[in-house]
């Protein structure tokens, strides 16, 4: 025992803090001998005398009077700033003491040690940001900005069937929000803290597309990654994959999927066994998959395997009401980002907004937003920080004209303006306007805007 009190004595006097107790007089028991150091007195000095006669703006005797804890306090002592913690020590819920800690010898290891834990966690943020990225959903349904009645339905329809596993179909034109349902309806479920995994089935190139979707062993084809690499499906075990263009998927990979979907196992290439998977198929697409099933483009069975559950989304155009919430929602987010002091919206302004049907929907309107908070010079949107083509629609002539002319006039427009803006670049005019790229070559023959 005396030698065992003798270690523990040792390793107190030499703890980094210094630690000091006092009993329920406020009077020194004990203190140790690194604390002594500092305050520039021997053990046997500071032993018996009352804590304020030993260390200067102490706390100690109050804390023993009011029974109550004192974490990460700041404690002035001989010209510089400490870091105190101040403990009661109760007995049968009576204080008979306290113990005090001194954590930090002065503010500059503070400064040390606080800048260290903002560096890890700077670290830290950046590998959860490339998590998230990867592999969680960023939206939910607060992030879908509506007061329409068919985007209510639709959101409440999401928190009915969010929790099963059953297969979701999200149908709408580019720039609607399907995303954000496919996050919505994964992040309500109990897969929720498992993986999401989006892929873009028209932005892959063909012939990666099965090696990106299913994986593929070590020496599999010439190229392939060391130890092999695993597919989308794999990397979504236990949570949701989904699938968007699916649409643009080509006949072959609807084959292998339908087969990925039916067995719920891929075969990785290059590999002679399979693995077995558990995900939930959520997919979207603006394409008419009912005429390309007639034209032999979209297989059947796969139709009927992915829309168990049918989500279409409304364009824009036939929401109006929702137009200003969403334009007030994106100057306050841009506005915020940017800097600029832009507030609100002219009433001219909203009624262009209203009166222009999106063919480019809420990206569109995005766009334009973000267009006119840089170019707007005040605190209000006024027509003149509008783009050009929305301002042409002031004298656009309806009479006589279809919805459809109109709207096809419209869209013309946009992908003209669209590819102004990007000197031609088709790329980047097309994710300008939230549609892909085999879309925005389609409309560019359609409108033969390439002669």
């Not at 063919?359 to 209000?380: C, D, Q, W, Y």
Request: aromatic share 8%; net charge neutral.
């Amino acid at each position: 025992m005396v030698f065992q009190h003798k270690i523990l004595e040792a390793v107190i006097n030499n703890a980094y803090e210094w630690i000091v107790v006092v009993d329920d007089q406020g009077k020194i028991i004990y203190i140790n001998k690194n604390y002594c150091e500092f305050l520039e007195k021997s053990q046997e000095e500071a032993v018996g005398k009352h804590v304020t006669e030993v260390i200067e703006n102490t706390r100690m005797h109050i804390v023993v009077k009011t029974g109550k804890e004192e974490i990460a306090d700041l404690h002035y002592i001989k010209g510089n700033y400490m870091i105190a913690n101040r403990i009661p020590i109760k007995v049968d819920g009576k204080v008979i003491g306290a113990v005090g800690t001194v954590i930090f010898r002065d503010t500059n290891e503070w400064k040390r040690m606080n800048s260290h834990i903002k560096s890890l966690l700077s670290q830290l943020q950046t590998y959860l940001q490339e998590w998230k990225e990867n592999n969680g959903a960023k939206y939910t349904l607060s992030d879908i900005i509506s007061c329409s009645k068919q985007m209510e339905e639709l959101k409440e329809k999401v928190k009915r069937i969010a929790d099963s596993d059953i297969s979701v179909l999200i149908r709408g034109e580019s720039g609607t929000g399907k995303e954000l349902f496919a996050h919505s309806v994964h992040q309500l479920s109990s897969r929720s803290e498992k993986p999401f995994v989006k892929v873009n089935c028209g932005a892959i190139p063909e012939h990666l597309l099965e090696s990106e979707l299913f994986g593929y062993e070590e020496g599999a084809f010439t190229g392939a990654k060391k130890g092999g690499k695993k597919g989308k499906f794999q990397l979504a075990d236990g949570g949701t994959i989904f699938l968007d263009e699916i649409g643009d998927l080509p006949l072959h990979m609807q084959v292998k999927l339908l087969r990925v979907l039916q067995e719920k196992e891929v075969e990785p290439i290059g590999s002679t066994k399979t693995v077995s998977i558990d995900v939930r198929i959520i997919a979207a697409t603006n394409r008419p998959l009912e005429k390309m099933i007639e034209e032999k483009r979209f297989r059947e069975d796969l139709y009927y395997r992915i829309n168990v559950v049918p989500f279409v989304i409304p364009p824009l155009r036939e929401r109006p009401e929702d137009i200003e919430m969403l334009a007030y929602h994106f100057i306050k987010k841009i506005a915020k980002r940017s800097g600029k002091r832009v507030t609100a919206i002219s009433p001219d302004v909203l009624q262009l907004l209203r009166q222009h049907v999106w063919p480019g929907n809420i990206r569109e309107l995005e766009n334009v937003m973000e267009a006119a908070v840089h170019f707007e010079s005040g605190k209000t949107i006024t027509v003149d920080a509008l783009p050009e083509y929305l301002k042409a629609n002031t004298t656009y002539q309806i009479e006589g004209k279809t919805l459809k002319e109109l709207l096809e006039e419209t869209e013309k427009a946009a992908i003209e303006q669209s590819l102004q803006r990007f000197r031609g670049d088709k790329l980047k005019a097309a994710k300008a306007l939230g549609i892909s790229k085999s879309a925005m070559y389609e409309k560019i023959k359609k409108y033969r805007l390439d002669e």
